[in-house]
């Protein structure tokens, strides 16, 4: 049975225009609202990671240049010489953060709206090269996909790689990649239209290749898995006489090539100009580099050897094929997940493990299921090959939209079976079940969770603070949060021009980060001591301004079973809540009377 009767077979419960229109419809308004509810405070505001990117991209729409003052960045540094991060989240959210108001609903949207494009592509690419049936399966599950709703509402560069890679292959598929299905009616060349027909797959190949390149610039992880899964679909196209349109063959590669290095310039030009940036992070999360040995929680610093290195990339890239990891073990990575509410629902796996054994039988008589399989084994190498959290779903975004789009084959093959049907009902049954529980557990529990590990109550103080920041001589922010200063950039919306002319002390902490202490008039205690000692001595601090300076400090409050009181100064004028009910900060005011501060203790 070869591919055109593959095609055949499976266009044949093709559903009329109207109806797949329709349901296409209400699945897009779905994503959307799944996406674009309440963005601003679920999940609370802010992360370090996004915050700092939300930053840059207000300051490039202002200034043209990033926080650190660097003109048009292809990478951005964001805390540390080995913490440089793709620029092109930033300049996406850059306009929009400029032209809806900066904020965190804004540096938040590019991230919701390339989620919901996301699902528009896949039903896009599916239903150009196969049936509207799996395209419109597909595009639901990905839809309501918790891991995929997730990171569409937190505002990291990584999260923009989906996007990309399924709009690099929507635009292979109108290029005529993978084949077309009977029912996508083609007209034949003359010889008059002869040059259009060819000019046209080409602009397609092209943007195919943009495509792929931005998605490569995007984050580490595709910087790997693209070229290899370009590779693979060169490979298939090259054995496969099918696989593109006879009449353009001679076009199509050429095309992509040249748009893939379009798309990917940032990267060869950093290559070239800077390379310690494009391979920051690689030097310090790679399980063969020595540098890993130096980073926290690492107690054991004898080098373990090639060997140990090797079966533990092993071990971590099997690690994305266990179920129980899939859809109840994921780590609690940055405070997004929990047991049970993990990367796919239970019924998915099932339908991820139908849909796999679809692909075994016939991936050797079908191009774009061998592509699918392909895209399916190199998905978990980025993470394998580092260290760090684990299972990270960071390092393993190029999952998706493979693995759903697999587990829509696996729905749509069990739909072709009467007998199945009834199984599969229940798995859809299943599915919104396990989804709804999801969706209670991320409005009504997670933020109470996330409340105090994303800094709201600090990201709350900051904004406070920012009106009384031209009365203040200084302001200290002693908790040691992970740093905090991105977090005050945004809520104090910190003028560009301004950050780009203050005054910024940076000092070196570990794994190429850097832990900043001074922004202008903001002081932030170190979260871990440094040398000199003295960076934590705040009555010293406080008491080196002159006489008459008025210092706000934001500090912990004193906590009576632990016996500790961060802050023995001045008097407190307000305090802020976590979303759990603790107190977990509050502002107090110092004016020094003549340099020497009286620390001012419950016991005193």
């Known amino acids: 049975m070869g591919t055109a009767n593959l095609n055949t077979h499976m266009s044949r419960d093709a559903l009329p225009a109207w109806t797949r229109r329709g349901l296409l419809a209400a699945i897009v308004l779905i994503a959307a609202f799944l996406r674009l509810y309440r963005l601003g405070d679920l999940p609370p505001p802010m992360n370090a990671d996004e915050a700092s990117r939300g930053y840059d991209a207000w300051s490039l729409w ?65 239903n150009l090269v196969r049936c509207g049936r799996w395209a419109l399966i597909a595009a639901a599950i990905l839809a309501v996909n918790p891991w995929h709703v997730r990171i569409s509402r937190w505002a990291h560069e990584a999260h923009l790689t989906p996007f990309f890679l399924a709009a ?29 027909v060819n000019i046209r797959p080409s602009l397609w190949a092209a943007a195919s290749g943009l495509a792929f390149g931005l998605g490569a610039w995007s984050y580490h992880a595709p910087r790997l898995v693209i070229p290899l899964l370009m590779l693979g679909i060169a490979a298939l196209a090259g054995r496969t006489r099918n696989a593109i ?48 040995l130096k980073s926290p929680g690492i107690t054991d610093q004898a080098d373990p050897g090639m060997a140990r290195r090797v079966l533990t990339a ?9 179920p129980v990891m899939l859809a109840w073990r994921s780590e609690v990575e940055q405070g997004l997940t929990a047991p049970g509410y993990s990367r796919l629902t239970l019924p998915e796996i099932v339908l991820l493990g139908c849909g796999i054994v679809r692909l075994i039988l016939t991936c050797r008589r079908d191009v774009l299921h061998r592509v699918l399989l392909i895209g399916l084994l190199l998905y978990p190498l980025p993470a394998a090959l580092s260290v760090g959290p684990a299972a990270s779903s960071l390092r393993a975004v190029c999952g998706m939209p493979i693995l759903m789009i697999v587990e829509a084959l696996g729905a749509t093959w069990l739909l072709g079976r009467p007998a199945a049907r009834f199984a599969l009902g229940a798995l859809v049954a299943g599915m919104l079940v396990h989804g709804v529980a ?31 920041e031209h009365e203040a001589t200084a302001i200290y922010v002693t908790p040691r949060a992970n740093q905090p200063q991105a977090l005050m950039l945004v809520a104090t919306r910190f003028d560009p021009d301004r950050l780009h002319k203050s005054t910024r002390v940076d000092i070196p902490w570990n794994a190429g980060f850097d832990q900043t202490l001074q922004i202008d008039k903001w002081h932030f205690l170190p979260k871990r001591d440094p040398d000199p000692w003295e960076l ?16 706000l400090i934001l500090c912990r409050p004193f906590s009576p079973s632990r016996g500790q009181f961060e802050c023995p ?17 509050e502002a107090r005011t110092v004016v020094t009377p003549t340099g020497e501060v009286r620390e001012n203790r419950p016991d005193s």
């Open 245 to 292: 349109p006879h009449r353009a063959r001679g076009f199509q590669w050429p095309a992509v090539a040249l748009g893939l290095v379009i798309g990917a310039m940032p990267i060869l030009w950093t290559l070239v100009q800077h390379p310690e940036r494009l391979m920051g992070r690689v030097k310090y999360t790679s399980v063969f580099s020595s540098e890993t």
């Open 569 to 585: 100064l001045g008097q407190v004028v307000r305090t802020f809540t976590a979303r759990d009910g603790r107190v977990w900060l």
């Open 438 to 468: 999801t969706a209670r557990f991320y409005v009504n529990e997670l933020p109470a969770r996330l409340s105090h590990a994303n800094g709201e109550e600090l990201f709350e103080a900051f904004t406070w603070a920012a009106q009384f």
């Open 62 to 126: 202002q200034t043209g240049r990033d926080q650190f003052g660097v003109h048009l960045p292809a990478f951005l540094r964001s805390f540390g010489p080995g913490d440089y991060s793709s620029a092109t989240s930033a300049y996406l959210s850059a306009p929009l953060s400029g032209l809806t108001g900066f904020g965190v609903r804004g540096i938040r949207l590019t991230t919701a709206l390339a989620g919901i494009a996301t699902v528009l592509f896949v039903y896009g690419w599916l």
């Open 536 to 551: 934590t001595d705040l009555p010293g601090l406080v008491a080196a301004h002159p006489p008459g300076s008025r210092i």
């Open 168 to 196: 690099g292959f929507y635009f292979l598929a109108r290029a005529g990649f993978f084949g077309r299905s009977d029912h996508t009616h083609e007209p034949a060349p003359d010889l008059q239209t002869d040059r259009r």
């Open 314 to 322: 092993g071990r971590q890239y099997l690690w994305y094929f266990d």
